[in-house]
């Protein structure tokens, strides 16, 4: 299809952030899909960026990430908006220890928004994502897209569309509502998005809880790579 393929080649030109290592293998690829439509406003950015950097200084989550048989998982985050509106703030990073995963959240919160306030495009989001873990150079156990957003598609693709190409990859998705204007978005979420074994939804009532909703969902994600 060519929104497939568009969405492909979009993600295959992003910008990187941090060099590639050697692609020792992994428990966990992990895409960390982030909503940067018009509905996030720059202090919301803030604190979703913000939470994801100091998920990965938490001494919990670098234990769990480093205690699986590989001794490491791979992370990329993805900002996305409207149809064609990708930007890879980080790309692929093996997280074996403390220091990797302080590069990580360094990077991260360095990240810039970029991308113009746009449409919120959540299936080509999950085409992008997938198509950005299907070039993981880290051979992983398990792969995940972890999205996050506080709204239901609105533009481009279905989400149900970013779906099926993930489920099409064998790529679990699991998602995080952020619900403070939108009360049925973690309805919508379980209904339309998520997918895979042990696929999941979890909700932040608002962006002020963002921070300890991602620690929480990132520990589950790894714990379940863990285990598989």
Do not use: Q
Not at 131 to 154: K, T
Not at 175 to 186: F, M
């Amino acid at each position: 299809m060519p929104i497939t393929r568009r969405a492909a080649l979009a993600s295959a030109l992003l910008p990187t952030a941090l060099p590639v290592a050697t692609a020792e293998p992994v428990d966990l690829a992990l895409a960390l899909a982030v909503d940067v439509s018009a509905s996030v406003d720059f202090a919301e950015f803030g604190l979703m960026m913000g939470g994801y950097a100091a998920a990965f200084r938490d001494a919990e989550l670098i234990a769990r990430a480093t205690s699986g048989p590989r001794g490491a998982v791979a992370v990329a985050v993805l900002l996305w908006a409207g149809p064609g509106e990708h930007d890879l703030a980080v790309t692929w990073s093996r997280v074996g220890g403390a220091e990797e995963a302080e590069a990580v959240a360094a990077a991260i919160d360095a990240t810039p928004r970029i991308l113009p306030p746009g449409a919120t495009a959540l299936g080509e989001a999950l085409m992008a994502s997938a198509a950005l873990l299907a070039r993981c150079p880290f051979p992983a156990a398990r792969r995940v897209i972890d999205v996050s957003g506080d709204g239901p598609a609105n533009a481009g693709v279905p989400a149900r569309a970013g779906r099926a190409a993930a489920e099409a990859l064998g790529i679990t998705v699991n998602a995080l509502a952020v619900v403070h204007e939108e009360p049925e978005l973690e309805a919508y979420y379980a209904e339309e998005v998520i997918t895979g074994p042990g696929a999941f939804v979890l909700r932040a009532e608002t962006y002020e809880d963002f921070a300890e909703a991602i620690r929480r969902k990132l520990l589950r994600e790894i714990g379940a790579a863990l285990v598989a």
